[in-house]
């Protein structure tokens, strides 16, 4: 690891990318501890216990049998968890493979759903789609539930194959209906909610997917369509638009499609060969990617400590475009500039002001004093550069800082340090969410 | 309601004028030079989430098969309004009485695609992306945007009234903002300081215009900002200056509409508006329910149109409704009504030729289901207001061609 600098900035890109925004004291600790140990804990983090949050969480009053109870619990999770990488993977695959709670309408399957993401989060490819199409959730979602000889569903063999691991365009329409018929018979039982083969339904006459022929099942399917040279560029280019850029090149491309065939489709080496090369460090890559709804809500409550049980942000991310667990469509959240129009940026700002402007206990606010922490600044532009870098904004440059030293001074005069804090303070706390540097990655 | 570009620069005192990408302003501003004179075509769709009742709602009264399939749910042919010798409005449906006698509300019956599909998401889906083979992932109106009518780089050329964006405005290259009410869609500052705000707006205004020169995508995040602001302040403008000319529903459908009614007054240069009521999924004790709903659309819907009539707006909108399907034409052992097909749609305006369309489906010839046959199909009347209406290229939109179905003069 020599090709780039190391400095508290590309800490901060770090963590803004493989996980949901670094605290100002985790970017001054992971600077001290170098690369090398920095990746190490980030990727391999089974060696990373995770069980005080796992306990922490265990006793939160949020009540899992209710919409608004999961989304809280995974907030919690994101915010408190050692382990962000994998918080971070599980979100990336909950937008791949999607499940919404609009059609499958139970709070367990989803949140079961969402633990085999996460055990998978930095597994294997394969493992996770021979897992992923036996979820009760999906069967639910794409209908495989009701996929039976004589009388087959397509929605999942299709949404397989065009959004899970090929792409559109690498298989026809036949090959659709024959994986159809190699998934008939994998259903849920309807009292228990879990997992059910039922043969009778299954569909065991011959069937020629991609051109190979047999008596071809579920599992055959996936381990057809794993080492398929189209879903290794599928892959790669998703991962690519997720944490380097939005439009990677192709050698780019290539290069990460190497690593999941020569992996045999570990996510790990994939992650491992991203957080080590040039491109992820690159001056094109920072700042290039649109800051997620989800990773703007829990890089603000981490980096201003924002105190709340989460369910105001329930609300808040559905109407900034990211509702949790309830994705608008199989397809996942559409990611980039679609995040951004006039009433989901104005949704993201004024979360901040609210908080900001919030000098209750109750809800969910910032306590500025112990934000501050007994701090003193000796001048505007250090109380700024304070709050820039709390809030995860490394090296703004001093044409943008004028604005907001000259708000600080703006209808100031004869106020005391008390209502200085009070009144600029916060407003500052607002601005600096209103920079597009705060909305990207 | 104006706002010039010279008016909001005034506010900005540093230096970062010089810094204005070039285009900026492109779309709001010539809006805002040229837009305001021309009384534009305007399309507001009503959508009844959950499946509306087309066989309560219309009343096929002389067929015989309607009350023996709904022993309780049936409504007395002496309760109901007549539209002919065959067809009946639901009691509750009065205002649209008057409408339909004004010859401003088409009722398009037998509504629906083939092979009718029974889930809410799924039919949901259909509607939104008027494509029943599935194969679209953009909305129907999103690839009219796509198409970049005239007008369309405003930032308020397309509107939904609510907290998400509906299907139906899904686009490759335009995103249509949702406004649940006008106190959401602004740009707040600290409340305990009203004094501070125009020092905040300021500052936060310069910080977006010096972000313009940024590289993607700060510069362009930075571009909506601005159009944030400036759209927010517009429509608080709009709605701040309005005074309706009816009173209209404390319902939130009503307030829905009025918010639109003071959009298109305060000439933003919007031209869709998409706005959602839901409850009409009447599995059990249908009867009070429906009765409630068709209550509430009516009134909301005839207070909007009364108050555009008096404002002199009303040739400029045509209103279009639609719920994702029918009901089961036999009630069920909960005295409601399980998921059906087709259905009946209702476009209401001055430039609406009032009337029947379409034929009403039999009630004994059904499909494996017990669910009626349609008759119509939905992308007719989408092709007749993408067409007749808004002038677009319906068959490049749809993706075939289907019949305009002459509802609107």
Do not use: C
């Not at chain 2, 695609?113 to 008027?130: E, R, V």
């Not at chain 2, 707006?201 to 601005?226: K, M, Y």
Request: proline share 4%; net charge negative.
């Amino acid at each position: 690891m020599s090709v780039f600098r190391w400095d508290r900035e590309t800490v901060a890109h770090l963590g803004r990318r493989a996980a949901f925004g670094a605290r100002r004291e985790e970017v001054d600790y992971f600077y001290a501890l170098g690369p090398d140990k920095t990746l190490d804990f980030l990727l391999n983090d089974e060696q990373v216990p995770n069980d005080q949050m796992e306990q922490a969480l265990a006793v939160q009053p949020f009540d899992l049998s209710t919409y608004q109870g999961i989304v809280q619990w995974w907030l919690f999770r994101m915010v408190h968890t050692w382990r962000p990488l994998e918080e971070k993977m599980t979100l990336f695959w909950h937008g791949h493979f999607t499940s919404a709670m609009s059609k499958v309408q139970n709070t367990t399957m989803m949140l079961n759903q969402n633990q085999l993401l996460r055990r998978h989060a930095l597994g294997n490819f394969r493992n996770l789609s021979l897992d992923i199409y036996k979820d009760p959730a999906m069967l639910l979602w794409l209908d495989n539930a009701t996929n039976r000889v004589g009388k087959p569903n397509e929605n999942f063999a299709r949404e397989l194959m065009e959004l899970f691991t090929m792409g559109v365009g690498n298989y026809t329409e036949q090959d659709v209906r024959e994986v159809a018929r190699a998934f008939t018979g994998h259903t849920i039982d309807r009292t228990t909610g879990t997992y059910l083969f039922r043969s009778s339904w299954h569909d065991y006459g011959t069937k020629t997917v991609l051109g190979q022929t047999g008596n071809w099942d579920g599992d055959d399917i996936i381990n057809l369509l794993v080492p398929r040279e189209a879903t290794g560029r599928f892959m790669a280019r998703k991962f690519l638009k997720m944490f380097v850029y939005e439009d990677p090149e192709p050698a780019l491309i290539d290069a990460l499609a190497r690593v999941y065939f020569e992996s045999s489709y570990s996510v790990k080496a994939m992650m491992t060969w991203i957080l080590t090369s040039d491109a992820f460090y690159s001056d094109r890559a920072r700042g290039a990617l649109v800051r997620n709804p989800t990773e703007l809500v829990v890089n603000t409550i981490r980096t201003l400590e924002v105190r709340s049980d989460f369910s105001p942000f329930v609300s808040r991310l559905n109407s900034m475009g990211q509702a949790l667990f309830n994705p608008p469509d199989v397809e996942g959240f559409d990611g980039g500039m679609a995040w951004i129009n006039t009433s989901t940026l104005l949704q993201r700002v004024n979360m901040v002001n609210d908080l900001a402007g919030n000098r209750t206990t109750t809800g969910a606010y910032i306590d500025l004093a112990a934000l501050i922490g007994g701090r003193t600044f000796q001048s505007v532009e250090e109380g700024i550069d304070w709050l820039l870098e709390t809030m995860g904004i490394y090296g703004l440059s001093p044409a943008k800082k004028a604005p907001l030293i000259l708000y600080v001074s703006d209808g100031a005069a004869g106020l005391s340090y008390e209502n200085l804090m009070d009144r600029k303070g916060r407003g500052l706390i607002h601005l600096v969410a209103t920079l597009p540097d705060y909305h990207t990655a | 309601m104006s706002i010039t570009r010279r008016q909001f620069i005034g506010g900005i005192t540093l230096t970062a004028i010089g810094t204005f990408g070039p285009g900026l302003f492109k779309g709001w501003e010539p809006r805002l030079a040229h837009g305001a004179a021309v009384p534009e075509k305007i399309l507001l769709v009503l959508q009844l989430s959950g499946g509306n009742d087309g066989i309560n709602t219309v009343v096929p009264f002389t067929d015989s098969a309607y009350a023996a399939a709904r022993p309780t749910l049936a409504i007395p042919e002496s309760q109901l309004l007549p539209l002919d010798g065959k067809l009946g409005l639901h009691p509750s449906l009065a205002n649209f009485k008057t409408l339909f006698d004004e010859g401003k509300l088409a009722v398009i019956q037998g509504i629906g695609y083939p092979n009718g599909i029974l889930s809410h998401f799924s039919s949901m889906d259909i509607w939104h992306t008027a494509s029943p083979e599935g194969v679209q992932a953009r909305g129907w109106l999103g690839r009219y945007l796509d198409l970049h009518p005239p007008g369309s780089e405003n930032a308020l050329f397309s509107v939904n009234i609510g907290s998400q964006v509906p299907k139906a405005f899904i686009a490759d290259t335009v995103s249509t903002p949702s406004i649940a009410s006008v106190s959401s869609y602004q740009f707040r500052t600290d409340p305990r300081y009203p004094v501070d705000r125009p020092s905040q707006v300021n500052t936060f205004l310069n910080l977006e215009n010096l972000s313009l020169s940024d590289t993607f995508p700060r510069a362009n995040i930075a571009g909506v900002s601005v159009n944030a602001y400036t759209t927010s302040e517009a429509v608080k403008a709009a709605a701040g200056s309005y005074t309706p000319s009816v009173t209209y529903p404390t319902t939130s459908l009503a307030q829905g509409l009025l918010l639109i009614a003071q959009i298109i007054a305060g000439n933003l240069g919007t031209r869709i508006f998409y706005v959602s009521t839901g409850g009409y999924d009447t599995h059990n004790n249908q009867a009070n329910t429906h009765a409630n709903l068709l209550t509430t659309l009516s009134e909301a819907v005839n207070a909007f149109q009364r108050d555009m009539e008096a404002k002199g707006l009303a040739d400029r909108i045509v209103i279009l409704t639609i719920s994702e399907f029918g009901r089961r034409v036999a009630e069920n052992g909960s005295r409601g009504l399980d998921h059906g097909t087709a259905s009946v749609q209702f476009t209401i305006g001055t430039r609406v030729r009032g009337g029947l369309y379409g034929a009403y489906p039999s009630l004994s010839k059904l499909d494996g289901n017990g669910n009626l046959v349609f008759t119509t199909d939905f992308r007719s009347s989408y092709a007749t207001v993408l067409e007749g209406w808004l002038g677009a290229d319906a068959g490049a939109i749809l993706g075939g061609t289907f019949p305009n179905l002459g509802f609107l003069t």
